[in-house]
């Protein structure tokens, strides 16, 4: 049987025909700031960043400290990063994971979040053989709901009143689960 978190970590490199998904670096920093810093862009995710500084402590201890399952969206042509992308929640026992997803605002509409997770997809089923992931989003995020229901991804449930909004602490978001089985990604 296979350690999941050392093939993971042997496997920190992956490549589709646009991007590289590969370890967040501290020079990504400017990058990532670009996008982390704007609340169209994260507003469903996290809290924007408000310092190029606060982007370097995240970057130091989330994805340095904690590198595991966690990619920087690189497009190949110019070698920016473009967006994040991870399995979070990782089982080893049961063999199962969340995805996550950011992608800078400039590159939506472009298919680029599709193509990196179904990247994440194959190689979760095919190389780290994990039995399924699951994806969560809030209701209102109707891009994101598209990019998991594109990646095959099947509706669970919806979980009414599960967590306070980022911006509107007054505001009870709504998330919705989908879900992705090796049995179900192995005879799409």
């Known amino acids: ?27 990504d920093a400017p990058d990532m ?23 370097q402590s995240i970057i130091a201890s989330q994805f340095l400290a904690h590198p595991i399952g966690k990619y920087g969206i690189e ?16 089982n080893e026992a049961t063999r199962t994971a969340e995805v996550g997803y950011t992608l800078n605002k400039n590159y939506w509409g472009r298919g680029m979040m599709p193509e990196a997770l179904s990247q994440l997809i194959e190689t ?29 991804f099947k509706y669970l449930y919806t979980d009414p009143y599960s967590r306070f909004d980022f911006y509107d602490e007054d505001r009870l978001v709504t998330d919705v689960f989908y ?9 799409k």
């Open 1 to 27: 049987m296979n350690d999941l978190i050392l093939l993971l970590a042997s496997h920190s490199v992956l490549e589709t025909d646009r991007l590289l998904l590969r370890p967040i670096r501290l020079s």
């Open 33 to 55: 700031f670009e996008f982390a810093s704007d609340i169209e862009t994260t507003k469903f995710v996290f809290k924007a960043h408000k310092s190029l500084a606060e982007t």
């Open 75 to 90: 497009l190949k042509e110019n070698r920016k990063m473009i967006g994040m992308i991870s399995y979070n929640r990782i």
């Open 124 to 152: 979760g089923f095919e190389l780290f053989e994990f039995n399924s992931l699951l994806a969560v989003y809030d209701e209102l995020n109707s891009a994101s709901s598209k990019v998991i229901e594109k990646c095959g």
């Open 179 to 187: 879900r992705l089985t090796k049995e179900d990604y192995t005879t």
